[in-house]
């Protein structure tokens, strides 16, 4: 049974909460750095795109500013802080989280396979655990190659074996190197205290929708689910007992669940101009973010070249709170190139040149130059924007 919302809350209103919870909205946490920030979200998504930077190095990027890209790697892989399960997508998941992804571990044990077929499945990961046993953490490459030498998803026989493994939590990846996973033995991997299957689905469950809720600040069911990619049977299994309270918000026409925190204060401070990443969470989920923010998005990687609307690798504009545009950027020696562009007010021409112009100097180019946007008037006004920063 469902309580009826006691609070109400106005979009801007849930739109500020929205945006406080994923960092956006107050000075941010700079003593967390790049650690905190995963601790906040509870997931940042890897993705294989490398435009300005891969993904997960963008995501601390827009909510600190310019670290250091080889500080976010090693804030993510060195220490035993963080590893890469299945959550949203392929994620980067605070170690302490590993007990909580048991449900999912048994849930891929019991399918019994992957999409891949192992021919040999006992043999195969048998002679995996044995080299990470004897020779420890290794690539797929080390482990005696990723493919069979055809389509590059043909994977080998020891590939499949080793990905069936970190499925089921009997290898874990907690490195990338070079972007290849770096395969590991779970006792070697994770902390003693948390090395363990112990909790049932349900206290699995109701943690990952407690987080869930925390991390957006205000969601509905949907909302809810695809944070951690939950069936929305399991989000009405646990969501009485995981903390969040009911909340009505206005122009949403689904039941929305808050985090208590996120209401007991108003959201207020310093609002971050940035470019986001597609797979920011802010914006990894698109009917969310055009519920809360009104802005249609989709990723163009994938849609053939003629048909692309907004480009290759948009990333949406942040500034003020809202998203007040998009840009495709790409990279020519030094100089970051705004392949496309296009903005929702002609004001945002100088958040994009700010935003334009810090990410230009954290990845290390030192002009930017816009080649296309939607209207002359628009490349113009970015451009003398540029030019007067």
Not at 231 to 255: C, F, M, N, R, Y
């Amino acid at each position: 049974m469902t309580l009826a919302p006691s609070v109400s809350l106005s979009a801007d209103e849930a739109r500020r909460i929205a945006l406080r919870a994923q960092g956006f909205l107050g000075a941010p946490d700079r003593r967390g750095g790049v650690r905190g920030v995963l601790r906040h979200l509870g997931a940042v998504q890897l993705d294989t795109i490398s435009v300005l930077a891969r993904s997960h190095e963008l995501i601390p990027y827009a909510r600190l500013g310019a670290v250091g890209r080889p500080a976010v790697e090693s804030a993510y892989w060195s220490g035993g802080h963080a590893f890469e399960y299945w959550s949203h997508a392929a994620c980067i998941l605070p170690i302490e989280e590993w007990p909580h992804f048991a449900f999912r571990r048994r849930s891929r044990r019991a399918r019994g396979h992957r999409w891949h077929v192992l021919q040999d499945k006992e043999r195969s990961t048998r002679a995996v655990l044995d080299r990470l046993k004897a020779d420890g953490p290794l690539t797929s490459t080390e482990l005696g190659g990723a493919k069979n030498g055809g389509e590059w998803f043909e994977w080998s026989e020891t590939k499949i074996a080793v990905e069936w493994l970190l499925d089921t939590g009997e290898v874990v990846c907690a490195e990338r190197r070079g972007w290849k996973r770096v395969y590991d033995l779970p006792e070697r991997a994770v902390p003693d205290a948390l090395l363990h299957d112990d909790l049932d689905d349900r206290e699995c469950l109701r943690r990952l929708v407690t987080l869930a809720g925390q991390s957006l600040g205000v969601g509905t069911r949907a909302d809810i689910a695809d944070y951690h990619r939950l069936k929305g049977e399991q989000v009405d299994a646990v969501i009485a007992d995981s903390g969040l309270v009911p909340v009505e918000v206005e122009g949403w026409t689904k039941p929305a669940w808050a985090d208590p925190a996120a209401l007991a204060t108003a959201p207020r401070g310093r609002h971050r101009t940035t470019l986001l990443s597609p797979f920011d969470s802010l914006v990894w989920d698109r009917p969310r973010t055009e519920r809360i923010f009104g802005f249609a998005h989709r990723l163009e990687a994938y849609v053939p070249k003629p048909k692309r609307i907004h480009g290759y690798f948009a990333m949406p504009l942040l500034a003020g709170g809202r998203l007040q545009g998009r840009v495709d950027p790409a990279r020519e020696g030094t100089t970051l190139v705004a392949r496309q562009l296009s903005l929702t007010t002609p004001g945002a021409a100088l958040p994009m040149a700010q935003a334009l112009r810090e990410a230009a100097e954290w990845v290390g180019c030192d002009a930017v130059r816009v080649e296309r946007a939607s209207s002359p008037e628009e490349a113009a006004a970015v451009t003398a924007a540029l030019a007067a920063l």
